[in-house]
Nanobody, 116 residues
């Protein structure tokens, strides 16, 4: 199973970006999918996640600005990021967890840079 992320890039503060992630090679629906991010010298942190039933969870720092969504049929997850701040600058990682296999999958990171 591979998770392939797209999107990201450079944007000015206050701008918007969207990230998308697709799972290839899986025969199952991920129990949970989402995005983590990591800044240099810091631990990876959860940004947002969404269960297969659509329930969402957000880090306090992004609530009201980011929106996560998924398409179970296509095994994709997206993250719409609005009102971006310089502190949102990080490498963003797509992530998926399958409860049945007790397995976590990671995509390659994609850089998001917000200039002030």
């Amino acid at each position: 199973v591979q998770l392939q992320a797209s999107g990201g890039g450079l944007v000015q503060a206050g701008g918007s970006l969207s990230l998308a992630c697709a799972a290839f090679g899986s025969s199952f629906t991920f129990t949970n999918m989402g995005w983590y991010r990591q800044c240099p010298g810091k631990m990876r942190e959860l940004v947002a996640s969404v269960l297969s039933d659509g329930s969402t969870n957000y880090a306090d720092s992004v609530k009201g600005r980011f929106t996560i969504s998924r398409d179970n049929a296509k095994n994709t997850v997206s993250l719409q990021m609005n009102s971006l701040r310089p502190e949102d600058t990080a490498v963003y990682y797509c992530w998926g967890y399958c409860h049945g296999y007790a397995q976590t999958y990671w995509g390659r990171g994609t850089q998001v840079t917000v200039s002030s």
